[in-house]
Structures are given as structure tokens and as C-alpha cells.
């Protein structure tokens, strides 16, 4: 499974850009990684994972802007298409998350 968070945070005040700065190193602290300009993704080994993962982003939410999360499948995801420019490129996966049980 692939969490996906993708969010739109005011920055218009020094304490709206505050809020979006700490959402953003909460993200990566969990282990989510920039996939583009707020959107973060995070490999979960499996569905319970996946939630255990969306509680902790839920819990350190900002007050204002837009937030969503999506659960994807590695399906799903490996049939992503990516172009930068004209070309097409595949996705630089990110770091393989250990999982110790």
C-alpha cells in the first residue's frame, strides 16, 4: 500500500508558513517522502500499516488549508506515468522503509 498526502496550506502569514513548515517535517519525521510540491507518499507493508499512518497525520493536522490522504496499491501505483517535459521517466522510488515487527 502507498499513503498519499496531499495538501494546499496557506502561506500568506509568518505563522501560516510556520504551520505549513512543521505539517511538512511531521511528514517526513513519519517517513513520508516529497513525491512533488505537497504531495508526500509513504510505502506501508500492509493495510493496518496504512492506517496506523494516516491516524499519525491526522493527529498533527494544521488548523487551515486543505489536506487530503489516499491509500493506493503498488498496482496502482506502478502504473503511474510521469513526464517531465515532453518525455516520459520512471519514478525514482523512494527509500525502502524497514519494518521491524
Known amino acids: 500500500m502507498w499513503v498519499l498526502v ?3 496550506l496557506p502561506t500568506e502569514t509568518k505563522k501560516d508558513r510556520k504551520a505549513a513548515d512543521i ?3 511531521n511528514l517526513q519525521k513519519d517517513g513520508f517522502t ?3 510540491f505537497s504531495v508526500y507518499l509513504r510505502h506501508c ?3 493496518e500499516s496504512a492506517h496506523v499512518h494516516i491516524k499519525r497525520v491526522k493527529s498533527f ?3 487551515y488549508g486543505n489536506i487530503v490522504l489516499l491509500t493506493i496499491t503498488d498496482k496502482q ?8 517535459g515532453k518525455r ?3 519514478p525514482n ?3 525502502q522503509q524497514l519494518e521491524l515487527f
Open 6 to 8: 496531499l495538501f494546499d
Open 23 to 25: 505539517f511538512r517535517k
Open 34 to 36: 516529497m513525491f512533488q
Open 45 to 47: 507493508a500492509s493495510v
Open 61 to 63: 493536522l494544521p488548523d
Open 77 to 84: 501505483f506502478s502504473q503511474l506515468e510521469i513526464f517531465y
Open 88 to 90: 516520459p521517466t520512471t
Open 93 to 95: 522510488a523512494p527509500g
